[in-house]
Protein backbone atom coordinates (compact mmCIF):
# COMPACT_ATOMS: atom_id res chain seq x y z
CA UNK A 1 0.00 0.00 0.00
CA UNK A 2 1.38 3.61 -0.91
CA UNK A 3 0.76 6.18 2.01
CA UNK A 4 0.83 9.43 0.99
CA UNK A 5 0.46 10.12 4.95
CA UNK A 6 2.40 12.10 7.24
CA UNK A 7 2.47 11.51 10.95
CA UNK A 8 3.64 14.66 13.46
CA UNK A 9 4.87 14.49 16.58
CA UNK A 10 6.19 16.36 19.33
CA UNK A 11 5.98 17.45 23.12
CA UNK A 12 3.21 19.02 25.34
CA UNK A 13 4.87 22.38 26.89
CA UNK A 14 8.05 23.66 25.92
CA UNK A 15 11.44 21.31 26.35
CA UNK A 16 13.26 22.89 29.43
CA UNK A 17 16.33 22.86 27.57
CA UNK A 18 14.84 26.17 25.65
CA UNK A 19 14.70 27.40 29.42
CA UNK A 20 11.50 29.53 28.40
CA UNK A 21 13.34 30.90 25.03
CA UNK A 22 10.83 30.78 22.68
CA UNK A 23 13.17 31.06 19.72
CA UNK A 24 14.89 28.60 21.50
CA UNK A 25 11.75 26.16 21.64
CA UNK A 26 11.17 25.88 17.94
CA UNK A 27 15.41 25.49 16.94
CA UNK A 28 15.28 22.15 19.37
CA UNK A 29 12.03 20.87 17.68
CA UNK A 30 13.50 21.33 14.12
CA UNK A 31 17.14 20.29 15.53
CA UNK A 32 14.94 16.94 17.06
CA UNK A 33 12.87 16.23 13.77
CA UNK A 34 9.99 17.21 15.37
CA UNK A 35 7.13 18.74 14.11
CA UNK A 36 4.36 19.67 16.47
CA UNK A 37 3.87 21.31 19.69
CA UNK A 38 0.75 21.70 21.99
CA UNK A 39 1.54 24.91 24.24
CA UNK A 40 0.80 24.64 26.95
CA UNK A 41 -2.09 27.16 28.68
CA UNK A 42 -2.45 24.74 31.58
CA UNK A 43 -2.93 27.76 34.18
CA UNK A 44 -4.41 29.48 31.84
CA UNK A 45 -3.55 31.56 28.86
CA UNK A 46 -1.32 34.82 30.12
CA UNK A 47 0.62 35.53 27.44
CA UNK A 48 0.22 38.82 25.58
CA UNK A 49 -1.17 39.02 22.32
CA UNK A 50 1.95 40.43 21.02
CA UNK A 51 3.64 37.13 22.67
CA UNK A 52 1.33 35.18 20.84
CA UNK A 53 1.87 36.49 17.51
CA UNK A 54 5.82 35.88 17.88
CA UNK A 55 5.12 32.14 18.52
CA UNK A 56 2.41 31.76 15.96
CA UNK A 57 5.40 33.47 13.09
CA UNK A 58 8.32 31.38 14.65
CA UNK A 59 5.90 27.98 14.15
CA UNK A 60 4.98 28.94 10.38
CA UNK A 61 8.75 29.38 9.91
CA UNK A 62 9.63 26.53 10.89
CA UNK A 63 6.30 24.23 9.85
CA UNK A 64 5.04 23.23 13.28
CA UNK A 65 2.01 22.03 14.16
CA UNK A 66 0.76 24.10 17.15
CA UNK A 67 -2.11 22.70 19.12
CA UNK A 68 -2.63 24.60 22.74
CA UNK A 69 -3.79 22.31 25.80
CA UNK A 70 -6.15 24.65 27.73
CA UNK A 71 -6.40 25.60 31.47
CA UNK A 72 -6.66 22.15 33.96
CA UNK A 73 -9.50 24.07 35.75
CA UNK A 74 -12.12 24.21 32.97
CA UNK A 75 -15.26 22.61 34.44
CA UNK A 76 -17.65 23.34 32.11
CA UNK A 77 -20.63 21.70 34.69
CA UNK A 78 -19.71 22.98 37.70
CA UNK A 79 -22.03 23.50 40.31
CA UNK A 80 -21.06 27.24 40.49
CA UNK A 81 -22.74 29.01 37.73
CA UNK A 82 -19.39 31.34 37.96
CA UNK A 83 -16.87 28.87 37.35
CA UNK A 84 -18.91 27.89 34.05
CA UNK A 85 -18.78 31.11 32.80
CA UNK A 86 -15.20 31.59 33.46
CA UNK A 87 -14.61 28.36 31.70
CA UNK A 88 -16.47 29.39 28.59
CA UNK A 89 -14.41 32.78 28.63
CA UNK A 90 -11.35 30.28 29.18
CA UNK A 91 -12.16 28.77 25.72
CA UNK A 92 -13.23 31.83 24.30
CA UNK A 93 -10.02 33.39 24.63
CA UNK A 94 -8.31 30.68 23.49
CA UNK A 95 -10.10 30.62 19.95
CA UNK A 96 -9.49 34.24 19.62
CA UNK A 97 -5.88 33.52 20.02
CA UNK A 98 -5.51 30.39 17.81
CA UNK A 99 -4.86 32.69 14.74
CA UNK A 100 -2.46 34.80 15.92
CA UNK A 101 -0.42 31.60 17.30
CA UNK A 102 -0.91 29.43 14.55
CA UNK A 103 -3.11 27.14 16.59
CA UNK A 104 -5.40 24.91 14.77
CA UNK A 105 -6.74 22.53 17.89
CA UNK A 106 -7.57 23.86 21.42
CA UNK A 107 -7.52 20.66 23.75
CA UNK A 108 -9.22 20.91 26.65
CA UNK A 109 -10.83 18.44 29.74
CA UNK A 110 -14.18 19.11 29.90
CA UNK A 111 -14.53 18.91 33.87
CA UNK A 112 -16.33 16.65 36.12
CA UNK A 113 -20.18 16.27 36.47
CA UNK A 114 -20.44 18.38 39.33
CA UNK A 115 -23.10 16.58 41.04
CA UNK A 116 -25.14 16.32 37.68
CA UNK A 117 -26.41 12.89 36.22
CA UNK A 118 -24.84 11.75 33.01
CA UNK A 119 -27.18 13.24 30.74
CA UNK A 120 -27.54 16.37 31.91
CA UNK A 121 -23.93 16.49 32.27
CA UNK A 122 -23.76 15.66 28.55
CA UNK A 123 -25.81 18.58 27.82
CA UNK A 124 -25.08 21.18 29.79
CA UNK A 125 -21.04 20.47 28.39
CA UNK A 126 -22.44 20.06 24.89
CA UNK A 127 -24.70 23.69 25.65
CA UNK A 128 -21.98 25.44 26.72
CA UNK A 129 -19.04 24.58 23.53
CA UNK A 130 -22.06 25.58 20.94
CA UNK A 131 -22.39 29.22 23.24
CA UNK A 132 -18.22 29.36 22.92
CA UNK A 133 -18.17 28.41 19.16
CA UNK A 134 -21.29 30.76 18.43
CA UNK A 135 -19.06 33.70 20.29
CA UNK A 136 -15.42 32.80 18.70
CA UNK A 137 -15.86 30.32 16.10
CA UNK A 138 -15.60 32.47 13.45
CA UNK A 139 -12.61 34.10 14.85
CA UNK A 140 -10.58 30.92 15.58
CA UNK A 141 -9.28 31.02 12.09
CA UNK A 142 -9.99 27.05 11.15
CA UNK A 143 -9.01 26.44 14.68
CA UNK A 144 -11.41 23.27 16.47
CA UNK A 145 -12.76 22.84 20.08
CA UNK A 146 -11.17 19.62 20.68
CA UNK A 147 -11.85 17.80 24.17
CA UNK A 148 -9.88 15.20 25.95
CA UNK A 149 -11.22 11.73 26.76
CA UNK A 150 -10.38 11.73 30.62
CA UNK A 151 -8.06 9.82 32.73
CA UNK A 152 -10.60 9.29 35.72
CA UNK A 153 -12.89 6.72 35.93
CA UNK A 154 -16.03 9.25 37.16
CA UNK A 155 -14.61 12.02 35.33
CA UNK A 156 -17.04 13.07 32.06
CA UNK A 157 -15.03 12.09 29.03
CA UNK A 158 -15.43 8.40 28.37
CA UNK A 159 -15.01 7.51 24.69
CA UNK A 160 -18.62 7.12 24.00
CA UNK A 161 -19.51 11.06 25.51
CA UNK A 162 -16.17 12.69 23.75
CA UNK A 163 -17.47 11.20 20.68
CA UNK A 164 -21.11 12.63 21.26
CA UNK A 165 -19.49 16.03 22.19
CA UNK A 166 -17.94 16.08 18.77
CA UNK A 167 -21.08 14.60 16.99
CA UNK A 168 -23.13 16.89 14.53
CA UNK A 169 -20.72 20.14 15.65
CA UNK A 170 -18.02 20.81 12.66
CA UNK A 171 -16.21 23.00 15.86
CA UNK A 172 -15.34 20.25 17.84
CA UNK A 173 -13.42 17.54 17.02
CA UNK A 174 -11.82 14.53 19.70
CA UNK A 175 -8.48 14.45 21.14
CA UNK A 176 -7.68 10.62 21.90
CA UNK A 177 -5.36 10.58 25.31
CA UNK A 178 -4.55 6.63 24.73
CA UNK A 179 -2.82 6.56 27.97
CA UNK A 180 -6.15 7.74 29.71
CA UNK A 181 -8.35 4.97 28.33
CA UNK A 182 -5.41 2.74 29.34
CA UNK A 183 -6.11 3.83 32.96
CA UNK A 184 -10.14 4.31 32.33
CA UNK A 185 -10.28 0.74 31.21
CA UNK A 186 -7.86 -0.38 34.07
CA UNK A 187 -4.84 -1.62 31.51
CA UNK A 188 -7.59 -3.26 28.85
CA UNK A 189 -5.92 -1.52 25.85
CA UNK A 190 -2.84 -4.04 24.47
CA UNK A 191 -3.16 -5.71 21.06
CA UNK A 192 -3.61 -4.24 17.64
CA UNK A 193 -7.75 -5.21 17.69
CA UNK A 194 -8.33 -3.42 21.26
CA UNK A 195 -6.56 -0.34 19.64
CA UNK A 196 -8.69 -0.78 15.90
CA UNK A 197 -12.14 -1.20 17.82
CA UNK A 198 -11.58 2.38 19.32
CA UNK A 199 -10.84 4.00 16.46
CA UNK A 200 -13.29 2.45 14.41
CA UNK A 201 -15.59 3.64 16.74
CA UNK A 202 -14.29 7.51 16.74
CA UNK A 203 -14.20 6.96 12.63
CA UNK A 204 -17.79 5.13 12.23
CA UNK A 205 -19.15 8.01 14.14
CA UNK A 206 -17.36 11.20 13.16
CA UNK A 207 -16.40 10.31 9.58
CA UNK A 208 -13.90 12.05 7.52
CA UNK A 209 -13.58 14.93 10.59
CA UNK A 210 -12.07 12.48 12.78
CA UNK A 211 -9.90 11.18 10.30
CA UNK A 212 -8.63 14.27 8.82
CA UNK A 213 -7.85 16.46 12.01
CA UNK A 214 -6.44 13.18 14.38
CA UNK A 215 -5.13 14.07 17.86
CA UNK A 216 -3.79 11.73 19.61
CA UNK A 217 -1.62 11.99 23.26
CA UNK A 218 0.83 9.47 24.39
CA UNK A 219 2.44 8.48 27.76
CA UNK A 220 2.94 6.00 29.85
CA UNK A 221 0.55 5.65 33.27
CA UNK A 222 0.27 4.64 36.40
CA UNK A 223 -3.37 3.92 37.39
CA UNK A 224 -5.67 2.85 40.54
CA UNK A 225 -9.39 1.62 40.45
CA UNK A 226 -10.37 5.21 40.03
CA UNK A 227 -7.84 5.66 36.65
CA UNK A 228 -4.63 7.72 36.16
CA UNK A 229 -2.56 8.59 38.82
CA UNK A 230 0.74 9.60 37.63
CA UNK A 231 2.44 9.71 33.61
CA UNK A 232 5.25 7.96 32.59
CA UNK A 233 7.52 7.16 30.36
CA UNK A 234 7.24 5.35 27.37
CA UNK A 235 8.73 2.43 26.12
CA UNK A 236 9.57 0.90 29.60
CA UNK A 237 7.65 -1.04 31.85
CA UNK A 238 4.41 0.56 32.06
CA UNK A 239 1.50 0.56 29.41
CA UNK A 240 0.35 1.06 26.94
CA UNK A 241 2.36 -0.34 24.95
CA UNK A 242 1.77 2.33 21.88
CA UNK A 243 3.23 -0.45 19.06
CA UNK A 244 0.21 -1.75 18.02
CA UNK A 245 -1.18 2.03 17.55
CA UNK A 246 1.93 2.84 15.31
CA UNK A 247 0.78 -0.62 13.31
CA UNK A 248 -2.42 0.76 12.96
CA UNK A 249 -1.46 4.07 11.58
CA UNK A 250 1.12 2.71 9.33
CA UNK A 251 -1.22 -0.26 7.63
CA UNK A 252 -4.38 2.71 7.38
CA UNK A 253 -2.28 5.75 6.55
CA UNK A 254 -3.81 7.75 8.79
CA UNK A 255 -2.46 11.10 9.62
CA UNK A 256 -2.25 12.04 13.23
CA UNK A 257 -0.50 14.22 15.05
CA UNK A 258 0.73 12.78 18.61
CA UNK A 259 1.78 14.51 21.30
CA UNK A 260 3.99 13.02 24.35
CA UNK A 261 2.52 13.50 28.11
CA UNK A 262 5.14 11.38 29.39
CA UNK A 263 7.46 13.44 32.19
CA UNK A 264 10.09 14.80 29.78
CA UNK A 265 7.76 15.52 26.99
CA UNK A 266 10.70 15.58 23.80
CA UNK A 267 11.84 11.88 25.09
CA UNK A 268 8.67 10.85 24.79
CA UNK A 269 8.21 12.22 21.13
CA UNK A 270 11.20 11.49 19.67
CA UNK A 271 10.74 7.65 21.10
CA UNK A 272 7.17 7.41 19.33
CA UNK A 273 8.90 8.94 16.17
CA UNK A 274 11.42 6.50 16.30
CA UNK A 275 9.32 3.43 16.66
CA UNK A 276 7.01 4.47 13.37
CA UNK A 277 10.02 5.11 11.46
CA UNK A 278 11.13 1.29 13.00
CA UNK A 279 7.90 -0.08 11.54
CA UNK A 280 7.96 1.99 8.68
CA UNK A 281 11.37 -0.04 7.62
CA UNK A 282 10.74 -3.29 8.61
CA UNK A 283 7.25 -3.45 6.47
CA UNK A 284 8.70 -1.68 3.25
ZN1 LIG B 1 -3.68 14.10 27.62
Partial sequence: MITLSRVRFGPSGYPDEAKGNVKRVFEILEESGLDALEYAAVYGLRTSEKAAKVIGDLSRESRIFMSLHAAYFISLASKKEETRERSKERLIKALRFAPLMNVKRIVFHPGTRGGLSDDETFRVIRKALEDVWDVAGDAAGGAHLSPEVAGKVNAFGSVEEIINLCSG?????????????????????????????????????????????????VSGIVYTKAGESSHKPLGES???????LMDIILEQGYSPVIISETPVPIRGALYAKALLDELTRTKS
Fill in 169 to 217: HEGIIPTIDWAHIYARRQGAIKSYDDYLKIINQFEDALGKKFTDNMHFH
Fill in 238 to 244: WGPDIAP
